[in-house]
């Protein structure tokens, strides 16, 4: 049987229910509208360490079979305890244009903020970030063997792009896992790390600009949003910024560690609260399929704001989003199981 949750949004008006009930035809651009379409979201893999080869290759023949405009990778193309050397960008380039479809993807925290790390081969995560950059975003369509127009965010920030499909918006942002490259302490600098206190200071600093490009970004794109009367919108990123967190005493310790998401995080419930459509938020970083509405404001719960946590390695798998215009639930969601 298929399983799916479908996601409430406003309500089509009475009005425009008797305008198009009283239309003999409708225009070609209309009737295209209210066709609707899918697309597919997946992430956190391939990791070589859990031998996930064979399934990916099962993931790209399904992703390539199903009926889909174009898929989002949020992150992860490496696992976090493998080096980061040249060929996992040539690589990852390499199996997203193994894709019919238009392809989207946003990095994760394994193949550049953890590139310090001894056993990732000690690199400055810096210069692994510039080169992610230069390889995988190097050219300003996306990637897959059919391409679309993405708009980009000015340099250095290349990585977050936007684009509309059918009055939906999408928007990728760049806010990968551990901590969002902030560095909490000397000793979460130098743990099992390459890096001294300067790297840190250099990690510290390019969080900052990277987290206000992102704010930035966020609400440039609810605006974008606002200004069209866009029914929903989609924002896609790596981390999950701790959702999970049990609530008890004991684990509050853990909750600095999350604190590089605060200020998006934030600024993404101001721009829910004010905005009329549903909103969509997607991530990777902890491998388990979630839908759920997470967030609670002043005891109170954000319901036009669902999250979607995508499959990871060694679970193989993708997740179907389907959008049909015409209905006023808009969003429908459903796991898709590679076999």
């Known amino acids: 049987m298929r399983q799916s949750t479908r996601l409430a949004l406003t309500l089509i008006t009475a009005a425009a229910l008797a305008t198009s009930a009283g239309c003999a035809s409708s225009p070609p651009a209309a009737k295209a509208a209210e066709e609707g379409f899918s697309f597919a979201l997946w992430g956190d893999m391939p990791y070589k360490r859990n031998g996930d080869d064979p399934g990916l290759s099962a993931v790209i023949s399904s992703l390539n079979a199903a009926d889909i405009a174009f898929s989002i990778h949020d992150g992860d193309v490496k696992d976090g305890s493998s080096r980061c050397d040249d060929v996992v960008y040539t690589e990852a380039l390499a199996l997203f244009n193994r894709l019919k479809a238009p392809a989207v993807y946003t990095p ?29 975003f190097g050219r300003p369509e996306s990637l897959g063997q059919r391409t679309m127009a993405l708009e980009h965010q000015a340099a250095p920030h290349v990585e977050n792009v936007r684009f509309e499909r059918q009055g939906i918006i999408f928007a990728t942002f760049h806010m990968p896992g551990s901590n969002n490259n902030r560095v909490l302490d000397d000793e979460d600098c130098t743990f099992k790390s390459a890096r001294k206190a300067a790297d840190c200071a250099a990690d510290n600093a390019e969080y900052e600009a990277r987290d206000q490009a992102n704010i930035a970004w966020l609400r440039a794109s609810f605006a974008q949003a606002r200004r069209q009367g866009a029914r929903g919108i989609v924002t896609v990123f790596q981390a999950d910024p701790g959702f999970d967190l049990p609530e008890t005493n004991d684990d509050e310790s853990q909750a600095p560690r999350y604190n590089g998401y605060r200020r998006f995080m934030d600024a993404l419930i101001v721009e829910t609260e004010n905005f009329s ?54 969003f429908d969601i459903e796991p898709v199981i590679v076999h």
């Open 108 to 136: 994760g925290d394994n193949e550049w903020t953890d590139c310090h790390r001894l056993n990732n081969g000690g690199y400055d995560n810096l210069e692994r970030l510039a080169h992610l950059r230069r390889v995988m």
């Open 277 to 330: 459509g549903h909103v969509l938020l997607v991530h990777g970083d902890t491998h388990f399929y979630k839908v759920d509405m997470p967030i609670y404001r002043q005891h109170k719960q954000l319901t036009n704001l669902t999250r979607v946590e995508t499959f990871g390695s060694p679970s193989l798998h993708w997740v179907k989003v389907t959008v049909d215009p015409a209905d006023p639930q808009l």
